[in-house]
């Protein structure tokens, strides 16, 4: 049981590039999230996908899209990366409900410099 | 927006000694949450403690929650230099939506 997974660990991109941040659970989690924490910010939530076929918008979702591809997998993406969007990222999965009521589990995440 | 804050942001102590943080919400919740974040590492979740709860224990881990003055504090006993990590209490402000988190109390535990 590999939990969740996230790859790539490192980037560094060039102001305009775009990437594609890939996450992946294995606990047949209904639930997947996208979060960045930025030094003395926390974590803010990007998107998230309550159930295979739908995604949401969270706090900080603009300059972002999401690909929920299917029950294990869910995506990210940069289109034109800018500075602001150097961060960590961290993708969460939960069982059934993006609400309080249920535990989330993190991979261990993605640290993105944009130069 | 922050619905919690955790305080104190920073807390130094030696081993032996608890560790007390706390986390103060702005609206009603349906449950709160404690994570651990070990520096560099992604959060794992610690305890979940229900709105009709006051206390809650999990071995070294005590919770408490008071509603009325919506804060919540998270007590750490006979720390250890393996505690040493930040600390983010979650919430969801109306029990509908996703969670919220703090931004953490930096817990440095010393040999």
């Known amino acids: 049981n590999a939990g969740v997974t996230q790859t790539p660990k490192f980037q560094v991109l060039k102001t305009g590039q775009s990437m594609t941040l890939q996450c992946a659970q294995d606990?047949?989690?209904?639930?997947m999230y996208w979060y960045r924490q930025d030094p003395g910010m926390g974590l803010r939530l990007i998107y998230y996908s309550a159930s295979e076929g739908t995604t949401d918008k969270g706090e900080v979702p603009n300059g972002y899209n999401v690909s929920r591809l299917n029950k294990r997998e869910f995506s990210l993406r940069l289109e034109s990366a800018a500075p602001s969007q150097t961060s960590v990222y961290f993708c969460?999965?939960?069982?059934?409900?993006?609400?309080?009521?249920?535990?989330?589990?993190f991979g261990p995440g993605t640290r993105l410099t944009v130069l | 927006s922050q619905q919690g804050e955790e305080d104190p942001q920073a807390l130094s102590i030696q081993e032996g000694e608890n560790a007390t943080m706390n986390c103060s919400y702005k609206t009603s919740i349906n449950n709160l949450q404690w994570y651990r974040q070990n520096s560099g590492r992604g959060l794992v979740h610690l305890i979940l403690?229900?709105?009709?709860?006051r206390e809650k224990h999990s071995g070294r881990l005590r919770v408490t929650l008071d509603t009325s003055k919506k804060s919540s504090s998270l007590l750490i006993t006979a720390s250890r230099a393996a505690d040493t990590a930040s600390y983010f209490c979650?919430?969801?402000?109306?029990?509908?939506?996703?969670?919220?988190f703090g931004k953490g109390t930096m817990l440095l535990v010393s040999p």
């Open positions: 969460a999965s939960s069982g059934f409900l993006p609400t309080s009521t249920d535990t989330q589990y």
């Open positions: 606990m047949n989690h209904n639930s």
């Open positions: 979650a919430t969801d402000p109306s029990g509908y939506s996703t969670l919220t």
């Open positions: 403690i229900r709105s009709n709860e």
